[in-house]
């Protein structure tokens, strides 16, 4: 069973930045889209961006210009780099890996995100 294990979450202030990182216990991301999800209290789980497995990349609306996915097949690890952080952002981010019939196949734990005013 493959695993994702999150890092790089924590607190900061307003026009901050974090970058999230996602790495697997097995050689996936070449092979596979990933996405980056978050949940704020109260809200549902909603993508905020994805990547293709032809490099394509897609963002929320909310997060356009302000977030960048990547990844480094050789290090097997996906990132989110979170710029120009607004207190909205705060929320647990959630990795995801290989896009299956319905929905991604692999999960992250959560890593949690707070942007203070």
């Known amino acids: 069973q493959v695993q994702l294990v999150e890092s790089g979450g924590g607190s900061v202030q307003a026009g901050g930045s974090l970058k999230l990182s996602c790495a697997a216990s097995?050689?996936?991301?070449?092979?596979?889209?990933i996405g980056w999800y978050r949940q704020a209290p109260g809200k549902e789980r909603e993508l905020v961006s994805s990547?293709?497995?032809?490099?394509?990349?897609w963002y929320a609306d909310s997060v356009k210009g302000r977030f960048t996915i990547s990844q480094d097949n050789a290090k097997r690890t996906m990132y989110l780099q979170m710029n120009s952080l607004k207190t909205e952002d705060t929320a647990v981010y959630y990795c995801?890996?290989?896009?299956?019939?319905?929905?991604?196949?692999?999960w992250g734990q959560g890593t949690q995100v707070t942007v203070s005013s």
């Open positions: 995801a890996a290989c896009y299956g019939l319905r929905s991604y196949t692999y």
């Open positions: 097995e050689s996936i991301f070449s092979n596979c889209a």
């Open positions: 990547r293709s497995t032809g490099g394509i990349n």
